[in-house]
């Protein structure tokens, strides 16, 4: 069976940029549908994250990393706005005619982006990889480089890209193919201040194909990071089928450690252009994923009603910039999906745009190493589904006709047992409740009940149908 190393990247090869630009270039990795816990870095040693783990050791580690919504278009809505779904729209995953083709729409319009504001700085922007916040298949928000499969997932042999407006069915294996489209972009930026938006589709499903030399390492693996606990009651029939599969843990295994081999090649041409001690690296994803967790299989839709539970919501985020941030730091602040914008800014000192009741902070300061003072309170936000979190607790609020629960993370750090009828927990509820109305007031949202006021695209229908 081939080693560790096997899946790594060749030897980085060290050559001098010619004219290396002063201005910080970025490259920002996102993977789909990616708990923190899927990652070695994270702990868990069955996942082969090589090239994952060298960025958490050569940079800065947050350990209370958390997506604001726990499924896909509004999570990345989110990254790229600074904003909450009451406010930019989106609730839910868009399907396909939302997403590309005559009747799409493009959601992120009347929002600012950060990849505007890079843009109108003279960096150079490439998006490759997964768009899915409207009119997938055509470049926008800054974006001059675009190579996409449109839409949210798809098989992964041979699919059908558009690069640049030419639409081409390509042959191979679609997480390498996003990331010859990054290889390119680069080609194009030497010389230039860069922005390289690389948001791979693994390891969303479907797990029809993952090439050899990435499955192989998993051939003997015990799987010990999959816990297979008796499925959950509300449990999303289209997922049911994956609990407790051998074949479902390999694949989903085997897209992470595919992904993470990309990541090394991205790494190696920055060392060929002799740019990466001036690129600043970020790593994370859109949302989280349950693979056995509380006997879900899925995210935040793994369930329904909806559910946010951790290992859905937290998210791997690792910053690296050589000689601007600490190497093997690990930083356990809660941070958000929504801090993630004013964050990407600040720390490359562009100015935001003003205005939009963006509820987010930057974190650069953390990033420095510099004391700030961070209160550790998230909010989120899924449809009929709203939460707050603090360092030892989460209140998850639904609408009336769901139940409503809250979790004593300190006590029951697994969320097994819902405390909100417990007598001794109901004042604590109470204040819970009140911070977590106020918030979402003071975001201009309506209450929860109206939430379908706030919805510009068309809506799932749940729950999804009995197999």
């Known amino acids: 069976m081939p080693s560790r ?18 201005r910080t270039n970025v490259v920002i990795f996102m993977s789909d549908d990616h708990g ?6 994270y702990g868990c040693a069955d996942i082969q994250t090589p090239n994952i783990d060298r960025l958490a050791a050569t940079g800065t580690r947050f350990t209370g990393a958390y997506a604001c919504t726990p499924v896909c278009s509004p999570s990345r809505m989110t990254y790229m706005t600074g904003l909450i779904p009451s406010q930019h729209g989106v609730q839910d995953y868009l399907q ?12 992120l319009d009347g929002h600012p982006t950060w990849s505007e504001a890079l843009a109108a700085q003279g960096y150079t922007l490439g998006m490759c990889g997964k768009w899915h916040m409207g009119d997938d298949d055509k470049a926008q928000r800054g974006f001059s480089y675009w190579h996409t499969v449109p839409g949210g997932g798809g098989t992964y042999r041979d699919p059908e890209f558009v690069t640049n407006g030419t639409r081409r069915k390509l042959t191979g294996y679609k997480t390498n193919l996003v990331t010859d489209g990054a290889l390119e972009f680069l ?11 690389l948001p791979f589709y693994a390891p969303h499903t479907p797990y029809d194909y993952q090439p050899e030399e990435f499955r192989e390492p998993y051939r003997s693996s015990n799987f010990s990071c999959f816990p297979d606990a008796p499925k959950h009651p509300w449990q999303n029939p289209e997922l049911a089928q994956h609990h407790g599969q051998r074949a479902s843990k ?14 090394g090649r991205v790494l190696q041409r920055l060392d060929q252009m002799g740019v990466r001690e001036n690129t600043l690296v970020i790593f994370t994803a859109d949302q989280g994923w349950s693979a056995g967790h509380h006997g879900v299989w899925g995210k935040g839709n793994g369930t329904w009603p909806f559910n946010m539970y951790e290992e859905a919501l937290r998210v791997p985020l690792i910053w690296t910039h050589p000689g601007r941030i600490s190497a093997d730091r690990v930083i356990p602040s809660l941070v958000s999906s929504y ?22 902070r930057s974190y650069t300061r953390l990033l420095r190493g510099e004391a700030q003072n961070w209160r550790n309170r998230l909010y989120f936000e ?33 969320e097994t047992k819902s405390v ?6 109901a004042r604590t509820a109470a204040t819970l409740r009140t911070e977590l109305a106020g918030f979402f007031r003071s975001s201009g949202a309506p209450p929860i009940q109206d939430w379908r006021t706030t919805v510009r695209h068309q809506l799932h229908t749940y729950p999804p149908p009995r197999q």
């Not at 060749?10 to 001098?16: E, I, M, T």
């Not at 923190?36 to 870095?41: R, V, Y």
């Not at 080609?187 to 938006?197: E, I, Q, S």
């Open 5 to 22: 190393r096997s899946v790594l990247a060749a030897p980085f090869l060290l050559l001098p940029s010619r004219a290396a630009a002063s």
């Open 36 to 41: 923190a816990w899927a990652n070695g870095c």
């Open 96 to 107: 396909p005619s939302d997403s590309f083709g005559p009747t799409a729409t493009r959601f």
């Open 187 to 197: 080609d194009t930026v030497r010389n230039k201040p860069f922005v390289l938006h």
């Open 250 to 263: 390999l694949g989903y295994s085997a897209l992470i450690t595919g992904m993470d081999h990309n990541i």
């Open 339 to 360: 801090d993630f914008f004013p964050t990407i800014l600040d720390y490359l000192e562009v100015p935001a745009p003003k205005g939009g009741r963006r509820p987010g």
């Open 382 to 414: 899924y449809a009929n589904v709203r939460g707050l979190r603090t360092q030892t607790l989460k209140y998850i609020e639904r609408t009336a006709e769901f139940p409503s629960e809250l979790y004593d993370l300190e006590a029951d750090p697994g």
């Open 420 to 425: 909100l009828r417990d007598a001794a927990y």
